[in-house]
């Protein structure tokens, strides 16, 4: 769910996130509470930015602590029809500043309308930045995503297939919105 305050200040909540497991169990992960600050009018602009922070409440087999955090840095260029978006990812598990974890992400979406779009998606994990992981440790997964937006209703599916021994082989993604 997510409420936007201004043009450049969304809130939002993820209540509860959920994982299908391998044993076809669904499992309750957590929940997030998120501030997201963009530049004003980010939707009309063919550069934009902004910064999200997430503070997150998980289960322990989901993270190694039951509050984690996120700063999620928004970089973004719009041609025509195309978003190019990067996001330098660090994750904080609040225990120090040798424990910030840099989880890159990235996404090219091509916008069919205002409505429809499809888009190829990256996400990493590098592990901490005062020491990344070796490749093999590292999670690396790429995404075929479909997003649907209406108004206050928007769907968000993608197919995602991790390409180190870190990262799942098959990963289904949905996130259904409401705005307010």
Request: zero cysteines.
């Amino acid at each position: 769910m997510g409420l936007w305050v201004t043009d450049w200040l969304e809130l939002g909540l993820y209540l509860p996130l959920y994982s299908w497991t391998g044993t076809k169990h669904f499992l309750i992960d957590g929940a997030k509470l998120r501030a997201e600050f963009v530049v004003p009018h980010a939707q009309e602009r063919s550069f934009f930015y902004g910064v999200n922070f997430e503070l997150s409440f998980n289960a322990l087999y989901w993270e190694p602590t039951r509050e984690a955090g996120e700063i999620r840095p928004i970089i973004g260029l719009r041609i025509g029809p195309v978003d190019l978006i990067a996001n330098p990812i660090l994750d904080t598990s609040f225990r120090g500043l040798g424990t910030l974890d840099f989880a890159p992400a990235a996404r090219v979406a091509y916008n069919f309308s205002e409505t429809w779009a499809v888009a190829l998606e990256h996400y990493s994990d590098y592990g901490q930045l005062n020491r990344f992981e070796p490749l093999t440790r590292q999670g690396q997964t790429l995404f075929a995503v479909f997003d649907y937006k209406t108004d206050p209703l928007s769907v968000e599916f993608g197919v995602g297939h991790g390409f180190t021994a870190a990262s799942d082989a098959l990963i289904l993604k949905m996130i259904l919105s409401h705005d307010f």
